[in-house]
C-alpha cells in the first residue's frame, strides 16, 4: 500500500475524513485575532440543526458590498504616496432583478504627512482629494508604510458602506439588508433588526471544544444553535454557523458561513427561517470565483458592478 | 420595455481588444426587452457632427455562467431548482451591425464608441443614400416595400437608373415556392414601376411568361386586400388597384381551336389572343428546336441556305418547278421534290453541294418542330403574335406558356425576347423600356448542363440589356442553380424565404448567421433587399399584389370546358358577336377541312370584323369537292401557292 493509502485508511479507521486539504506551497499570513469569546443563547450546549431545506428569500432583499483599491504613486524621499479608491453599493432584488439602489464613491490620497516637507505636502493638497495621514510612530518601513496606508482606504470603504447602508435603511419599507462580511465592522448598524452579516472567512473562532467541532462539521442544509459572540472592542450580536455545500472530501470550511444579526429576541425566532432562504441562495452560482462555495450571487453581482464603477486599475 | 422615443438612446456602442469597433462594423448592447431585432437601422452620434448608420446583422445574449456545469451544480441536478433561482443572473444583448453609411464619409473611421438610437424615417433616407435619388428635383424612387423595424416604419425606394437601367438594371428574387410570394412579388414590383416609373425617363411595358399554373392569368382582376396592406400602399404612395391594360397571349392546344390557357373563361377571352407562328417565325429560331448533338455543321449550312435562299422567296429546282415556300406544308413539298428528283436523276447523292443524308436529317427535325409544338406552330402559315412595334406604355403582355412543353417555352421565350432586343435595337417597340419577367429561371439558366441558345441570350441580356431598355425580372428557387453571370448582373436581388441547404452554399457567406437564420424563417410578405445604393442587405415588408391571384382567379372565373370542333367554332365567333347564328355556322363548317376552319377563324378572331358571320365565310371560301391532286410533270414550271386551294 503506498504512503497515500496508508494514510487514508490510518485517518478512516481513526474516525476521520479524508481529503480535506489543497496542497500549499507557502505559510498562510498570520492571523491578527484567531481567537474570540462568546456566551450560550439558543442552546447551552451548540445543536446542529436540521433547517429542512430552503425557501424562497423574503421580497425586497438588499444586498450591500464594497471594494478598495490602491496603490503607491510615487515616493517622496522614502515616503510612499498611496493613491486609493473605495466605493460602496447597494442592490436591491426585485422579481429576481438586481438594480442598483445606492452608490459611493471615493478617491483619495493617503501619506505620512508628517515624514513630507511641507511644500510636498502643499502640492498634493492641490489636488482637490481628500488626503490623509497615515503616520503611526517615528520609524519608517517600506512595506508598514503602504500597509498603513492601505488600512486607511479600508477604513474609507468601511465609511461608504456604512454610509450607504445607513441611508438605505432611513428609505427601507421592507427586506433584509445582507451585508457582505461583519456587521460588527459598521459600527451602529450592528443593533438594526433588518441587517444580516454574511461572513464567509473564519479567521476568527468564538467557538472552542465540542461546540467548535459542531459548528465545523455541519453537514449541509444545517446550522448551529445561535450564540453571541463577544468582544472587548467590538459589540455583541447574535451569530451561527450554516453548511451551505457538504465539505468531505473538500475543506473543512468549504461551503460554511457565519451569519450575524442584531442580538434580540426576533433575530432568534428567525434562525432558521433565515438559513433557509440563504439555502435558495445557493443559486446561481458564483463560479467561477474561487470563493463561490460561501461567496452568494447577488454579493458577487455588487462586488462586479462596483468594480465596472472604478475600474481595475488607478 | 426600453424608452419608445425614437430619439432616446437604446443602446451603446461596446469596443475591445478582442472586439473592436471599425469603420464598416461595431457591437453595442442593449437592455434584455428592446425592441430591436435582425435587419433594424441604428443611428450612432459621433462628436464633430459624425453619424453612422448601420443595420443589425448579428445578435448574442449571454450571462456571466462560466461553464453550464455550474448552472447544474447550483441546482444540484434538478432543472425545476434551476428556474427557483431567487436571483436571475445578469444578461448581455449584444448586437453586431454593420455599416451602412458614415456622414461625411470621409475621412472614414471606426465607428465612435456613442450612444445608439434607433433610425427615424428621416434616417432612413440618409442610411440607405436615398436621398441621392429620392430627394432631387426629378425622383427616381421606386418604392420597394416599407421597412418596419424598432416601431420606425418608413418607405424603401430604388432608383430607377439602377433598377431599369442605364447604370445598372435587372432583378432576381430567390426563395422557396409557396413561401417566398416570389410572384407576388413581382406583380407589387411592376405595379410600383408602372405608377412611380419617372415620366422623363419615358415609356415601359412589361412582358410576362406564365410558366406554371394559373400565376399570371388575372393581372387585370381585382384581388382582395387586406387593410394593412391598404396601410401599406398608402405609406408607399401606391394606388392599390390591379393594371389597367393587359394583354395576354397563348398557343392552341393540339386541337388548334382551343387556346392553352387557364384564362378561357368567357368573360375574359376577349383579352386573350392566340399565339401562332408559321415556318418564318421559326426557321430564324432553328437553333433552339434542334438538338445541338444532331445538327453538325453541314446541317447548319443546309438550315442556312433554306433560310436565305429559299423561305419567302421564289426558288426554282434543279428539275424545273419553281417553289415558294412560307409554310411548313410548302416545305414539306420542296423536300419531296428534291428527293423524288434525285432518285429521278440517277444515283446521284448530292444536291447544291448538299449530301442527300444531310438533306433528309434536316428534313426530319424540322417538319417534327410542328409536330412536337402544335398549337403555337402551325403547318398552314396562319401567324398571330405579340404586338412588337405597337407595344403600349403601362401595358402588360402575357404569354401564357404554362401548357406547352420545355421545347415550346424555349422557343416563345427565345423569339419574343429576341424580337424585343431588336425592336429595342432600332427604338421602334413602341416603348423605350421593357421588364421581361421569367419565373423558374433554373430552367434556361442553369449553372451546370450545356450550353444553350436560350442561356447565351440571357447572358447577353444580362450584359448588355441596360443600354436597351430591355430588362430581365427573373425567379427562381435556387439562386445557387442559376448561371453566375445572369445572377450577378442583376443589379437588384431579392429574397424571400429561403431553404436552409440554400442558404449553406458559398453564395451566401457574406450573410451573417442571424441574418441567414432571418431568411429561413421569414414570413410572407417580407423580404431581403440588395441593392447598388445600399452597401448592406435591407429587410422590407411588401403588400399583397392588387390582382386576383391564380387560384382565386380560376375560381371565380372557371375555364370554359373543352367542345368539338363545329361547338368550339360557335361559341367562339358567338363571344365576337351574339348575332352569329349557330345553325349557320354549322352548316357552313359542315364538311369543310379542319385546317380550312381552323385557319378562318383564327383571322376571324384576329380581326375583330363588324360582321363576324360575313368575315368567317369570306375567310373560309366557297366549299370545294375533294379531288385527288395530280402531280404535275416535272418540266412544268409551276408556282405553288400557300393558300390556293385549287392549286395542284
Given at each position: 500500500m503506498s504512503t497515500q493509502g496508508a494514510l487514508r485508511e490510518a485517518i478512516m479507521?481513526?474516525?476521520?475524513?479524508?481529503?480535506?486539504?489543497?496542497?500549499?506551497?507557502?505559510?498562510?499570513?498570520?492571523i491578527s485575532a484567531p481567537f474570540g469569546s462568546s456566551e450560550p443563547v439558543e442552546d447551552v450546549s451548540l445543536r446542529c440543526i436540521d433547517v429542512r431545506g430552503a425557501a424562497a428569500p423574503p421580497g425586497g432583499t438588499a444586498f450591500l458590498?464594497?471594494?478598495?483599491?490602491?496603490?503607491?504613486?510615487?515616493?517622496?524621499?522614502?515616503?510612499?504616496?498611496?493613491?486609493?479608491?473605495?466605493?460602496?453599493?447597494?442592490?436591491?432584488?426585485?422579481?429576481?432583478?438586481?438594480?442598483?439602489?445606492?452608490?459611493?464613491?471615493?478617491?483619495?490620497?493617503?501619506?505620512?504627512?508628517?515624514?513630507?516637507?511641507?511644500?510636498?505636502?502643499?502640492?498634493?493638497?492641490?489636488?482637490?482629494?481628500?488626503?490623509?495621514?497615515?503616520?503611526?510612530?517615528?520609524?519608517?518601513?517600506?512595506?508598514?508604510?503602504?500597509?498603513?496606508?492601505?488600512?486607511?482606504?479600508?477604513?474609507?470603504?468601511?465609511?461608504?458602506?456604512?454610509?450607504v447602508a445607513e441611508q438605505w435603511l432611513a428609505t427601507r419599507s421592507a427586506g433584509w439588508l445582507l451585508i457582505d462580511g461583519s456587521i460588527t465592522a459598521l459600527p451602529g448598524l450592528e443593533t438594526s433588526p433588518a441587517v444580516l452579516g454574511v461572513i464567509k472567512s473564519h479567521e476568527t473562532q468564538f467557538l472552542d471544544g465540542a461546540d467548535l467541532v459542531t459548528a465545523l462539521t455541519l453537514p449541509p442544509g444545517h446550522r448551529s444553535?445561535?450564540?453571541?459572540?463577544?468582544?472587548?472592542?467590538?459589540?455583541?450580536?447574535?451569530?451561527?454557523?450554516?453548511?451551505?455545500?457538504?465539505?468531505?472530501?473538500?475543506d473543512l470550511l468549504h461551503g460554511l458561513l457565519r451569519l450575524e444579526c442584531a442580538p434580540d429576541a426576533a433575530a432568534l425566532g428567525q434562525a432558521t427561517e433565515i438559513s433557509r432562504w440563504l439555502l435558495a441562495e445557493r443559486a446561481p452560482l458564483s463560479a467561477p470565483d474561487g470563493r463561490w462555495d460561501r461567496l452568494l450571487y447577488p454579493v458577487q453581482h455588487v462586488e462586479a458592478y462596483l468594480r465596472a464603477q472604478i475600474g481595475e486599475r488607478l | 420595455m426600453t424608452s419608445s422615443s425614437p430619439e432616446a438612446p437604446i443602446g451603446r456602442v461596446v469596443a475591445t481588444e478582442a472586439l473592436p469597433a471599425g469603420p464598416h462594423q461595431f457591437h453595442f448592447w442593449t437592455a434584455t426587452d428592446t425592441t430591436l431585432g435582425i435587419g433594424a437601422i441604428v443611428r450612432v452620434d459621433g462628436e464633430a457632427s459624425r453619424t453612422v448608420y448601420a443595420v443589425v446583422v448579428d445578435g448574442r445574449a449571454y450571462s456571466d455562467l462560466a461553464a453550464p456545469l455550474h448552472d447544474v451544480l447550483a441546482a444540484e441536478g434538478n432543472p425545476e431548482a434551476a428556474a427557483l433561482a431567487p436571483t436571475r443572473r445578469t444578461e448581455i444583448r449584444l448586437?453586431?451591425?454593420?455599416?451602412?453609411?458614415?456622414?461625411?464619409?470621409?475621412?472614414?473611421?471606426?465607428?465612435?464608441?456613442?450612444?445608439?438610437?434607433?433610425?427615424?424615417?428621416?434616417?432612413?433616407?440618409?442610411?440607405?443614400?436615398?436621398?441621392?435619388?429620392?430627394?432631387?428635383?426629378?425622383?427616381?424612387?421606386?418604392?420597394?416595400?416599407?421597412?418596419?423595424?424598432?416601431?420606425?416604419?418608413?418607405?424603401?425606394?430604388?432608383?430607377?437608373?439602377?433598377?431599369l437601367g442605364p447604370e445598372s438594371a435587372h432583378l432576381n428574387i430567390s426563395g422557396v415556392s409557396g413561401l417566398a410570394t416570389k410572384t407576388s412579388a413581382v406583380e407589387?414590383?411592376?405595379?410600383?414601376?408602372?405608377?412611380?416609373?419617372?415620366?422623363?425617363?419615358?415609356?415601359?411595358?412589361?412582358?410576362?411568361?406564365?410558366?406554371?399554373?394559373?400565376?399570371?392569368?388575372?393581372?387585370?382582376?381585382?384581388?382582395?386586400?387586406?387593410?394593412?396592406?391598404r396601410q401599406i400602399y398608402a405609406e408607399l404612395g401606391i394606388e392599390a388597384e390591379p393594371f389597367k391594360r393587359v394583354r395576354y397571349f397563348a398557343p392552341f392546344k393540339a386541337d388548334g381551336v382551343h387556346l392553352n390557357t387557364l384564362r378561357t373563361n368567357p368573360a375574359l377571352t376577349d383579352t386573350v389572343q392566340p399565339l401562332v407562328w408559321g415556318l418564318r417565325e421559326v426557321l430564324d429560331y432553328h437553333e433552339v428546336l434542334l438538338n445541338r448533338d444532331d445538327i453538325d455543321a453541314k446541317s447548319d449550312a443546309f438550315i442556312d441556305f433554306l433560310a436565305d435562299r429559299v423561305v419567302e422567296k421564289e426558288f426554282r429546282d434543279d428539275w424545273g418547278t419553281t417553289h415558294r415556300v412560307r409554310t411548313f406544308g410548302d416545305l414539306e413539298r420542296l423536300f419531296r421534290a428534291i428527293f423524288d428528283g434525285l432518285e429521278n436523276a440517277g444515283r446521284s447523292d448530292v444536291w447544291r453541294t448538299h449530301h442527300i443524308a444531310t438533306i433528309r436529317k434536316v428534313r426530319n427535325r424540322?417538319?417534327?418542330?410542328?409536330?412536337?409544338?402544335?398549337?403555337?406552330?402551325?403547318?398552314?402559315?396562319?401567324?398571330?403574335?405579340?404586338?412588337?412595334?405597337?407595344?403600349e406604355d403601362r401595358a402588360v403582355y402575357v404569354l401564357d406558356v404554362a401548357g406547352m412543353d420545355q421545347l415550346g417555352q424555349d422557343l416563345a421565350f427565345t423569339r419574343v425576347v429576341s424580337r424585343l432586343r431588336e425592336h429595342l435595337e432600332r427604338r421602334d417597340l413602341g416603348v423605350d423600356h421593357v421588364v421581361v419577367f421569367v419565373d423558374e429561371l433554373n430552367k434556361y439558366a442553369p449553372s451546370d448542363g450545356p450550353e444553350s441558345y436560350v442561356k447565351k441570350m440571357l447572358l447577353d441580356i444580362s450584359e448588355r440589356g441596360r443600354y436597351l431598355g430591355l430588362v430581365l425580372f427573373s425567379a427562381q428557387q435556387f439562386r445557387s442553380q442559376i448561371h453566375r453571370r445572369v445572377v450577378g448582373n442583376a443589379g437588384t436581388?431579392?429574397?424571400?424565404?429561403?431553404?436552409?441547404?440554400?442558404?449553406?452554399?458559398?453564395?451566401?457567406?457574406?450573410?451573417?448567421?442571424?441574418?441567414?437564420?432571418?431568411?429561413?424563417?421569414?414570413?410572407?410578405?417580407?423580404?431581403?433587399?440588395?441593392?447598388?445604393?445600399?452597401?448592406?442587405?435591407?429587410?422590407?415588408?411588401?403588400?399583397?399584389?392588387?390582382?386576383?391571384?391564380?387560384?382565386?382567379?380560376?375560381?371565380?372565373?372557371?375555364?370554359?370546358?373543352?367542345?368539338?370542333?363545329?361547338?368550339?367554332?360557335?361559341?367562339?365567333?358567338?363571344?365576337?358577336?351574339?348575332?352569329?347564328?349557330?345553325?349557320?355556322?354549322?352548316?357552313?363548317?359542315?364538311?369543310?377541312?379542319?385546317?380550312?376552319?381552323?385557319?378562318?377563324?383564327?383571322?376571324?378572331?384576329?380581326?375583330?370584323?363588324?360582321?363576324?358571320?360575313?368575315?368567317?365565310?369570306?375567310?373560309?371560301?366557297?366549299?370545294?369537292?375533294?379531288?385527288?391532286?395530280?402531280?404535275?410533270?416535272?418540266?412544268?414550271?409551276?408556282?405553288?401557292?400557300?393558300?390556293?386551294?385549287?392549286?395542284?
Open positions: 479507521q481513526s474516525g476521520g475524513t479524508v481529503g480535506t486539504g489543497s496542497v500549499l506551497a507557502y505559510v498562510p499570513p498570520p458590498d464594497g471594494i478598495q483599491r490602491f496603490r503607491v504613486a510615487g515616493r517622496i524621499g522614502i515616503v510612499p504616496i498611496v493613491r486609493g479608491v473605495a466605493a460602496a453599493a447597494v442592490m436591491e432584488r426585485r422579481d429576481g432583478t438586481l438594480a442598483a439602489r445606492l452608490l459611493e464613491k471615493e478617491e483619495c490620497l493617503v501619506a505620512s504627512l508628517g515624514r513630507l516637507e511641507p511644500t510636498a505636502v502643499a502640492r498634493l493638497e492641490s489636488l482637490g482629494l481628500p488626503l490623509y495621514d497615515s503616520t503611526d510612530g517615528d520609524r519608517s518601513h517600506p512595506l508598514l508604510d503602504i500597509q498603513l496606508a492601505g488600512r486607511l482606504v479600508e477604513r474609507r470603504r468601511e465609511a461608504l458602506e456604512r454610509r444553535s445561535v450564540f453571541c459572540r463577544e468582544s472587548s472592542v467590538r459589540s455583541r450580536v447574535y451569530s451561527w454557523y450554516l453548511r451551505l455545500w457538504p465539505w468531505e472530501e473538500r | 448586437w453586431t451591425a454593420a455599416v451602412l453609411r458614415q456622414m461625411p464619409e470621409e475621412p472614414l473611421q471606426p465607428v465612435p464608441l456613442s450612444d445608439v438610437r434607433l433610425a427615424t424615417k428621416d434616417d432612413i433616407v440618409h442610411a440607405l443614400r436615398m436621398d441621392t435619388y429620392v430627394r432631387t428635383e426629378q425622383p427616381m424612387g421606386i418604392p420597394i416595400g416599407l421597412y418596419t423595424a424598432g416601431g420606425t416604419s418608413a418607405p424603401v425606394y430604388l432608383d430607377a437608373d439602377f433598377l407589387f414590383f411592376l405595379a410600383s414601376i408602372f405608377q412611380r416609373f419617372p415620366k422623363a425617363k419615358g415609356t415601359i411595358a412589361a412582358v410576362c411568361f406564365n410558366v406554371k399554373g394559373p400565376d399570371l392569368c388575372f393581372l387585370d382582376q381585382a384581388g382582395e386586400l387586406s387593410e394593412a396592406d424540322l417538319m417534327n418542330i410542328s409536330t412536337r409544338c402544335k398549337g403555337l406552330v402551325t403547318d398552314d402559315g396562319s401567324v398571330s403574335d405579340v404586338p412588337f412595334g405597337a407595344f436581388a431579392i429574397y424571400g424565404r429561403m431553404d436552409s441547404d440554400e442558404l449553406a452554399t458559398p453564395q451566401y457567406q457574406v450573410l451573417s448567421a442571424a441574418t441567414k437564420i432571418k431568411l429561413a424563417t421569414m414570413p410572407k410578405g417580407e423580404l431581403m433587399i440588395r441593392h447598388p445604393h445600399f452597401t448592406q442587405p435591407v429587410f422590407v415588408r411588401f403588400p399583397r399584389p392588387a390582382v386576383l391571384t391564380g387560384p382565386k382567379g380560376v375560381e371565380r372565373f372557371p375555364p370554359a370546358a373543352e367542345m368539338p370542333l363545329e361547338d368550339a367554332v360557335v361559341v367562339q365567333l358567338v363571344a365576337l358577336d351574339r348575332a352569329v347564328s349557330p345553325g349557320r355556322v354549322k352548316e357552313l363548317i359542315a364538311g369543310r377541312r379542319e385546317v380550312d376552319v381552323r385557319r378562318a377563324l383564327l383571322a376571324t378572331k384576329l380581326a375583330k370584323p363588324r360582321d363576324v358571320f360575313a368575315f368567317f365565310s369570306a375567310a373560309l371560301g366557297p366549299a370545294v369537292p375533294r379531288e385527288t391532286v395530280t402531280r404535275p410533270a416535272a418540266a412544268a414550271a409551276t408556282v405553288f401557292e400557300v393558300d390556293d386551294p385549287y392549286g395542284p
